[in-house]
């Protein structure tokens, strides 16, 4: 006859950070930047999701603030290079988003506060050009092609953007774990109404919370058929996943008829 058990409270994996306030993360040393390191190292089973995600995770990772130019002298001070290249860490970018943008920057210029933040991050500690884009990326995309096509310096619009560059923008430190940054840069694109993430970024998470929550069953004890199943399973769900919230068509706002909740492996549409 079999026996079903239950991982305790008191067993349940505790994070780097468990008990100890943002500002004191610093305490977890060299810990922190272990490149394999997960949200669910950092802050154990409570990981926290939406903005209270990126809030925590700049709190953590933050390395300041600085103004970044679009252009700057390469590696022989004579050549200039672009300063900002897209993450690897992103998804591919949407030729028909970098158009649209492009068309409007021409058309209308682009205000830094109203297009969302840039949060980007240098590619190693020696914190040379050219910086990573965490977020912006269909935007600085967008400013570079507005810039080549503006060949004869003529368009007030995008010179103005040049000129002025980007103020004060927040970067992260250049070694933060690639699962961590990762995980940053989908969920800030949830709170947009640009690009966005699109369903592969969602199916590749729900397929990893899909095995772990095979790994869970299989460590519990716990099956299909055991009455606490289905809520355990909810819970789970909600518990990992920091996709939790409110996405709309991919590349456009949310409408009244086409709305998408995702609530990690288990989709759900209101179509």
């Known amino acids: 006859m079999s026996t079903t058990t239950f991982v305790s409270a008191e067993s349940k994996k505790k994070g780097l950070l468990q008990g100890l306030p943002p500002d004191q993360a610093h305490m977890a040393g060299t810990e922190l930047y272990k490149p394999e390191l997960t949200l669910e190292d950092l802050f154990g089973e409570d990981v926290p999701s939406g903005s209270a995600l990126l809030d925590q995770v700049l709190a953590v990772y933050g390395d300041g603030h600085i103004d970044v130019p679009w252009f700057a002298p390469g590696e022989n001070g004579k050549q200039m290079i672009r300063t900002i290249v897209r993450s690897p ?8 988003t970098v158009e649209a943008y492009k068309n409007r920057i021409l058309a209308e210029s682009i205000s830094q506060v109203a297009a969302g933040e840039p949060v980007f991050k240098f590619r190693s500690s020696a914190r040379q050009w050219p910086i990573e884009a965490g977020t912006w990326n269909h935007r600085v995309a967008a400013v570079y092609a507005a810039a080549e096509e503006d060949t004869e ?5 995008i010179q103005t953007v040049l000129k002025r560059g980007l103020v004060s923008v927040k970067v992260v430190h250049p070694m933060i774990p690639p699962a961590i940054w990762r995980r940053f840069i989908i969920t800030h694109n949830l709170f947009h109404s640009g690009s966005g993430s699109n369903f592969l970024d969602y199916l590749e998470d729900s397929l990893r919370l899909e095995s772990e929550w095979e790994l869970t069953c299989s460590q519990t004890g716990l099956h299909s058929q055991s009455a606490a199943y289905r809520n355990a399973y909810r819970n789970f769900v909600l518990a990992k996943s920091c996709l939790v919230g409110r996405v709309g068509t991919y590349g456009h706002r949310p409408s009244e008829t086409q709305t998408h909740y995702y609530t990690g492996p288990l989709l759900m549409y209101d179509v």
């Open 153 to 157: 310096k003529a368009n007030h619009n």
């Open 89 to 96: 860490l992103s998804r591919e970018l949407q030729l028909s």
